[in-house]
């Protein structure tokens, strides 16, 4: 067998400030538009959900932000975190090519999410807010904002989708562990809920119903402000974290990736491993095939529309230019993962439309098979989502071996398994199906996409 | 808020030896004696059960042996594991204590068991023995096991307590992504499964069920031998890479423990963490308090007697001297935690007789308040074993607040909650309950201690 490669940086070389790809932007994105007016959002607009730090951020077109120095502090707790050069991985696929995965499963609750979860919950904390409301799908998101809560005093409301709060009850004991509270969505508490209710009383929920809740209840608060968890500018901007570290490693390592893959649902872990290298080829310095990875039960890259969209059900949030499957998008209800979301990130969706990123989607048996054999090469059972990027890689380093070349692969393992070993005991009990085609389809039929697209 | 501090060891500080306190007993050990002849046990007596290196380990009183390198090439994947100040739980208990906590949770099943899993299939894979059958609880030496198997391409087969394998389903589905089986244990595959099912067709086993049948199985194939995830000499030999570390990570804080505190179910991961400081104290370089935190469900060191025992149920395995509430030992059903072994590892129940250690139970409330604290401060949600070592360490520091005293608190933070967030929805909810002493009783009176105790 193998040895294990594993580059590990000095914390004290946690980088000091995230990378806006703003900056480096070919063509300006189109702005959000307010839900009412349709005119752009300004400033003000936003002041009622973000505090003033994050709202500079997703309006700012500098190209290094700062890091503030209490975020750093508990980034430190799991961050630099490590990279590995996957040897075994590439004995068993005997492929030349050099796969490298930076690993996020690290962090506290197990993946990539706590990297913006502590920022803006520190911004908050700093602006003297003391309440945050937020929506989680399967909680991964939801346990970071709690996590990041516990870390700065702060109070953590989680908007869950009702089928997973039901499905999941461990989520939400992990949220409530770090003190934050956590209720059912569609929930008695908002208008929207209750209309949703009155419309479905058994409704399962989604994303896009939660998301609605928690900004309702956000606008309608003085102490509360909302937190998203991937999607919007400064999100991406605070996974940067992981490809500008992952940058300083792969140099360790004497190596430049020639193609970076990841799983996208939302896009934020995308952007966060990827944004760092394609700001070099944006700015001339290299070529990078840049690849996203989505379910064909959730294809919004590869299915969607680009336009003008609500990032939920709701119709609250601003309209952003993104690729969306439409606001009202529910994924057929045997998809196992994560990435569910009917939207993408406009930053990724702007570049998508501009030709700088390829997007393929797989379905998940298929994903499941190359999780196992990630596992047993190198231990570590990965996330369903990051199964997409995993099989991704597979793909790419069977290509090298079946063309003879070599290149230099690197991918983001974004979370481990831990929580979603449902997911594979139905896998390993055949109880998992791939879609037929026309499941999508049926799904994309009701999600309102006409009427929003153009 | 205070900051994160954490001591990181460059990888290439991994330890090259493990440290083996036979070598600083001030007396020696009794003897292992054979279940059939009573007579001390030889190395060819333990042949079909281990490979020769496990043997010579079990056996050494060198101070010093040797990690092979493709094992330390292994545990680089997640070893030097980080050592933590807790400034924030300090701060939270306003204590003038200095508690450090090294953090196995890193591992990729997120405890330390793959410490001496990961040796213990080194040493049959460089041997050539293509099988290892084990025994698991709640499945947290399962996984290991079958991670260290995947990494030496080793068939590996589970026995695993019937009662966790009906109710933890994702253990065995985290054993089977590994590659390796997993058998509900009392199983019809042994003849002491078979025996045990006569008696009790609903029987809902436990570890002393399943080590028989899992060691029956090893005897009588000559392909398999058998593995054990703690108590044997060789194990806690093992898992003293985490003490080891933690002196290099201390001394870069200028710091030594005055008290080192573990919880102790078989007593390896207590080893692993003191052994090494302990050590030092034999050798008359340092005074130590170390101090073994047990449920008082299952009070081995506080209760039991000290006396020659079976590992097992079915009394197939040699009889060790050590703390054993006798080999029948059930713990109360309620008791949501792991630690639920009869026995104590021989080498740390000869140190308790002499007087090297302290040992105190607490109750299963308390536990999981005091882990509850230790998150909402630290950002990492214990497991519930480690939980004994949290209370443990939150009442020394909150004497040293009452006193005025200041000393240096280590322990091990064995593990994470990831897998045990069933335990964490039950405390929440309100659903576990402290013991009443008679239940102890009553689970003591029919473990057959009587018959084996003197």
Chains 1, 2 share one sequence.
Not at 22 to 34: K, M
Not at 155 to 174: H, L, N
Not at 263 to 287: M, Q
Request: hydrophobic share 40%; aromatic share 8%; proline share 7%.
């Amino acid at each position: 067998m193998s040895e294990t490669v594993k580059y590990v940086l000095d914390e004290a070389r946690i980088p000091r400030t995230w990378y806006n790809i703003n900056a480096d932007l070919p063509a300006p994105l189109a702005p959000a538009l307010h839900p009412a007016t349709k005119e752009p959002v300004s400033p003000a607009d936003l002041a009622p959900l973000f505090p003033q730090g994050v709202i500079e951020q997703e309006l700012s077109t500098e190209r290094s932000i700062e890091i503030p120095e209490p975020v750093r502090d508990v980034y430190r707790q799991w961050r630099p975190s490590p990279l590995y050069r996957a040897r075994r991985l590439e004995q068993a696929l005997d492929t030349p090519a050099r796969i490298y995965y930076k690993y996020e499963g690290v962090s506290p609750v197990g993946s990539h999410k706590p990297n913006t979860a502590i920022p803006q919950a520190f911004y908050n904390y700093a602006e003297g807010v003391p309440r945050i409301t937020t929506e989680t799908g399967a909680g991964q998101w939801g346990s970071s904002l709690a996590l990041a809560g516990a870390m700065f005093g702060l109070d953590i409301e989680v908007y869950m989708v009702g089928i997973s709060y039901r499905q999941k009850p461990y989520r939400r004991a992990f949220m409530e562990s770090f003190g934050a509270g956590c209720i059912a969505s569609p929930s008695e508490r908002t208008a929207f809920g209750r209309s949703v209710l009155a419309e479905d009383p058994d409704s399962a929920g989604s994303l896009g119903i939660a998301i609605g809740e928690a900004v309702e209840e956000a606008v309608q608060r003085a102490d509360t402000h909302y937190a998203l968890g991937s999607v919007l500018n400064h999100v991406l901007l605070h996974q940067t974290v992981t490809g500008l570290e992952a940058k300083e490693q792969l140099a360790m390592a004497d190596d430049y990736p020639d193609t970076v893959i990841a799983c996208t649902g939302g896009g934020s872990n995308f952007a966060g491993i990827v944004f760092p290298f394609l700001g070099d080829a944006l700015r001339g310095g290299s070529d990078l095939e840049a690849i996203a990875v989505e379910p064909l039960a959730c294809p919004t890259l590869t299915r969607g529309c680009f336009a003008y969209d609500y990032g939920d059900s709701a119709q609250l949030t601003p309209l952003t230019k993104m690729h969306t499957l439409g606001s009202g998008f529910v994924p057929p209800g045997f998809h196992a993962g994560g990435l569910r979301y009917h939207g993408m990130a406009p930053q990724i969706s702007h570049l998508r439309a501009l030709g700088y990123l390829e997007a393929r989607a797989y379905e998940q048996l298929e994903c499941f098979a190359a999780g196992l054999r990630f596992a047993q090469a190198e231990g570590i059972i990965p996330a369903p989502e990051a199964n997409h990027a995993v099989k991704g890689v597979i793909d790419e380093a069977l290509a090298c071996r079946e063309h003879g070349t070599s290149k230099a692969i690197l991918f983001n393992l974004c979370g481990h398994g831990n929580f979603d070993m449902q997911a594979y005991t139905d896998y390993l009990a055949g109880n998992l199906s791939d879609l037929a085609g026309s499941e999508v389809e049926a799904a994309m039929a009701l999600s309102g996409l006409p009427s929003v697209a153009g």
